[in-house]
């Protein structure tokens, strides 16, 4: 039932839960006679993911500041909460966790992990179940997968665009080779050899067509993206390309990614959100599965689940316009299950060092908000104010 209504009213679904940057106002995106068959597939699909998404939702907690959710955060453990370290990090003002009853709980910093950009939290007393780490699935390319909300509700969902990968630059095989924007014919043509490089090495010229790269049949630099997924630097994978009209199979040698000067900063992020907000921690992650879902920042920590409601992983980052990055289920679980036991006895004085995480102190909070008090009396001294005391 799930797949019989995705595909149909994909489109519809993505204008009620995702933003859209386009120059034309909402009404005048789908034409009036289309809207109501859209609206209507866009609350049917809703509704069969609300089938899968409810029992999901009672393991995910709100992070508040004020009056605004700067995060979510899913229940791992009895009251441990993995969610977000740079949102949580940057606030000043005291956050709060919020469950999904809407009680309102305390909660401490157990360790951050900053390599995934996460912060287990301990918060005591908390009653929310945790999300059922035992039953997860390994997203595949293509797979429909969703962000669930506290309320339960799915908040956004697209497709697995790339399988889980590393987004560290040292990671990536580097393959010296430009295409030919020109071509328009089957595979790749290559339009240049980097001298040197591995491509260059195995006897790639300008001219040859590639046509599989890894055993995977390539059309663009994105195909051949994917093809690389899982390959590191230094290995060799197997090559066919299209030399006039001889077809010949070798192997080819990656190598590390050069150093290059990198794009102006400001203007690749205005390019990449086109309008749209974006995570303030959004590349370098360690191992991340890629999906076109556009989620709103503050829904990152969130989990995201498969059709049948399984744990396909933790929503990361808002990364561009199609761009979202989530967190693999099984690195979850081993960070619940490794880490978590090695932060429990560190502790309780038991342990030594930890390299995967760093346990916080717990007079952290206090001191950084006592610090934020001073800076604001000072301020208001010196603008000849007088800080009322309560």
Known sequence: MMMKYLWAAFAAASAYAQEIASPLPPEQMIAPEDKSVLDSQAKEIFREWDKVAVPVGQSVVALVAGNTQVALGTVVGKGKVLTKLSDLQKERRPVMLVDSSGRVYDAKVLFALPEHDLLMMDV???????????????????????????????????????????????????????????????????????????????????????????????????????????????????????????????????????????????????????????SLKRDEFPLVIQSDMTLFPERAGCPVIDVNGKFVGLALSRAGRTETYILPSWICRELVEGVLPQVQQYRAGRGENIPEAQPVDDSYDARRLEENRRKVEDKMSRQGLVPKVY
Request: proline share 8%; aromatic share 4%.
């Open 124 to 278: 005591p007393g908390l009653p929310a179940p945790p999300i059922d780490l035992d039953s997860y699935v390994q997203a595949k390319e293509g797979d429909v997968i969703a962000a669930v909300s506290p309320t339960g509700h799915v908040s956004d969902f697209g497709v697995v665009s790339v399988a889980q990968r590393s987004l560290r630059a040292d990671d990536q095989p580097y393959l010296g080779i430009v295409s030919d924007p020109r071509w328009d014919g089957e595979g790749v043509m290559i339009g240049g050899v980097e001298a040197g490089s591995g491509a260059h090495r195995s006897g790639l010229t300008a001219g040859d067509v590639l046509m599989k790269l890894n055993g995977k049949p390539v059309d663009g630099m994105y195909s051949i993206r994917a093809a690389m997924v899982g390959v590191r630097p230094g290995e060799t994978v197997p090559v066919e390309v299209r030399r006039r009209n001889q077809v010949i199979e070798g192997k080819l040698l990656t190598g590390p990614r050069p150093r290059v000067m990198k794009f102006p900063q400001k203007r690749l992020d205005m390019m990449n959100s086109m309008g749209n907000r974006m």
